[in-house]
């Protein structure tokens, strides 16, 4: 079972730049897909970006295609999220998760249990 540890959140001006990480307890860490997800005040969880097992594949909402970069270090038993050009939109508190593709997508739900997040606070 893999469980995940979010860090990195913090307080930053609009245009600036966080990278997060999420680091998994579990051997078998290499064989998941991970997502990150974020829920901001008053909404549901949303599904931001996802890398596969192999990291050869990554995946963006469109929301945030082309300003965050989704990376994992399986050495490290690490995912990472940089996260570029960040608006006051982005604000929320970022989850990561492991699973299969689709769960690493939020199309279905993830493998691992919810962890406590990190909270990005994006100010304008």
């Known amino acids: 079972q893999v469980q995940p540890v979010e860090s990195g959140g913090g307080l930053v001006q609009a245009g600036g730049s966080l990278r997060l990480s999420c680091a998994a307890s579990?051997?078998?860490?290499?064989?998941?897909?991970m997502g990150w997800f974020r829920q901001a005040p008053g909404k549901e969880r949303e599904w931001v970006a996802a890398?596969?097992?192999?990291?050869?594949?990554?995946y963006y909402a469109d929301s945030v295609k082309g300003r965050f970069t989704i990376s994992r270090d399986d050495a490290k038993n690490t995912v990472y999220l940089q996260m570029n050009s960040l608006k006051p939109e982005d604000t929320a508190v970022y989850y990561c998760?492991?699973?299969?593709?689709?769960?690493?997508?939020?199309?279905?739900?993830?493998?691992?249990?919810w962890g406590q997040g990190t909270l990005v606070t994006v100010s304008s």
């Open positions: 890398i596969s097992w192999s990291g050869g594949r990554t």
């Open positions: 579990g051997r078998t860490f290499s064989s998941y897909a």
């Open positions: 998760a492991a699973g299969t593709t689709a769960q690493a997508m939020g199309i279905t739900p993830p493998l691992s249990a």
